[in-house]
């Protein structure tokens, strides 16, 4: 064990914390938090106007008469929410094409807003032209994700280049011209070499490929993926998060990369259910619910069932963290379980916190695969609980059921090992009561 912990703090745990720090990764990670509140807006959207059952196939009753009115509603309430998820969700390349830009730009202090802008028109030029040069939005949803983030870091990085170097940059003195007028005649000479090269760049693309650069992108990505979305992937991905958190380093640092796929995957899911898939039938597996719902439950380490253990140990210490953990893990908020027992280069509850995240991927993996439970297709936000959050994510009270039946199976896990420490603890509190 000293040998691992040493090699992977002398090689892995330096090349995490450069990850963490990376400019990009940094500006994806505060991007996709920005947008939050559009995809759980935009997915509560679809969820009012898309009743799960149809209520001319149940009997008459109560159950018939709340679906119905639920049918009603909908009706009425198509139009505006129809919007309201189109222009959350269904866009979401082009915010995302604003936040990077925006965050990358702010990353570098640049003052003016004028990044931002650049960073989105060079998107729209490479993404919002077909191979006819007609205007199109076929890629302004998840498959502009890998074409935004390319397209606004080149554009970012290139005026950043050109401007801290003055290219082309056209001087206005005299005390009476506002700064605005300044820095825009500054700005003119490399905003338009920069937006020059989006369009070359398009052209070069659509030339050489006979497609646009967001369809490239997604043929070049796809290996990636697809092995994203496997069991395999699954497991690797919950490993690697919970071998880097027990190291003190942050889940963001996987998770982050990670969103620009799983909210793809997210909003290819939620076309093909509004277009009449069944839940089962879903594209795609890895999405932002299936890894906050059904396997980060409680938080990263799938903690809930241990904030539960905790609650009613007989260690003082750990019942005291078990009160203090419990409400933010109804939330998955589990920085008081992780702080606190500590969970962290804890050697006894290594491996349950390396594995019952993991396992929880596999085990939903399966029931998704096997037709036990749909796959899911609307995001309440990482901070639901878990449970509901599964039912809200595709409508399904098995979904539910599961999800709570995976919080029985992580306690399980982690009990045998929580035992143990449970009794460390004990002792360590007989010591201290008989040196008092």
């Not at 960073?119 to 077909?130: K, M, P, R």
Request: glycine content about 8%.
């Amino acid at each position: 064990m000293d040998k691992i912990t040493g090699f992977i703090e002398g090689h892995i745990a330096p090349v995490a914390n450069g990850l963490a720090k990376n400019r990009y990764i940094k500006a994806i990670q505060n991007t996709f938090m920005t947008l939050i509140p559009f995809f759980t807006i935009g997915s509560f959207a679809l969820i009012i106007i898309e009743p799960p059952v149809d209520y001319t196939t149940l009997e008459a009753g109560p159950l018939q008469a709340f679906f119905q009115g639920w049918a009603g509603l909908a009706e009425v309430l198509a139009a505006p929410l129809g919007a309201i998820n189109t222009f959350t969700m269904g866009i979401m390349g082009l915010w995302a094409a604003i936040g990077l830009s925006y965050f990358l730009s702010r990353h570098y202090k640049m003052s003016s807003f004028l990044p931002t802008f650049l960073g989105a028109a060079c998107w729209l030029i490479t993404s919002g032209v077909d191979v006819e040069g007609s205007f199109v939005t076929d890629h302004f949803d998840s498959t502009g994700l890998f074409s935004a983030i390319l397209v606004t870091i080149l554009a970012v990085e290139l005026y950043r280049f050109l401007t801290s170097r003055r290219v082309g940059a056209i001087e206005i003195a005299g005390a009476a011209v506002p700064p605005a007028i300044t820095d825009a005649f500054a700005s003119l000479v490399p905003c338009a070499i920069v937006l020059v090269c989006a369009g070359a760049l398009s052209q070069v693309v659509i030339a050489v490929a006979g497609v646009t650069l967001p369809e490239v992108m997604t043929v070049v990505m796809a290996p990636i993926v697809s092995l994203a979305g496997t069991p395999v992937g699954i497991f690797l991905l919950g490993l690697i998060v919970m071998l880097f958190w027990w190291f003190g380093i942050h889940d963001s640092v996987i998770t982050s990369p990670l969103d620009v796929i799983s909210y793809a995957n997210l909003d290819a899911n939620m076309t093909a259910h509004m277009a009449g898939v069944a839940s089962t039938q879903l594209p795609h597996v890895l999405t932002p619910p299936f890894w906050w719902t059904f396997m980060a439950i409680g938080g990263s380490g799938a903690t809930f069932a241990l904030a539960l253990l905790c609650l009613v140990s007989r260690s003082k210490q750990l019942r005291t963290v078990g009160r203090l953990g419990i409400v933010p893990a109804f939330f998955n908020i589990n920085e008081p379980i992780i702080f606190g027992m500590p969970l962290m280069y804890n050697p006894t509850m290594f491996i349950p916190f390396l594995l019952v995240m993991p396992i929880n991927g596999l085990l939903t993996y399966g029931a998704m695969a096997l037709g036990i439970i749909g796959k899911t297709y609307a995001y309440a936000g990482w901070n639901m609980f878990a449970p509901i959050g599964a039912l809200l994510s595709n409508m399904e009270i098995a979904s539910l059921i599961f999800c709570l039946a995976l919080i029985v199976i992580d306690a399980l896990l982690y009990l045998p090992f929580f035992k143990v420490y449970e009794k460390q603890k004990l002792e360590e509190e007989a010591q201290a009561a008989t040196v008092e």
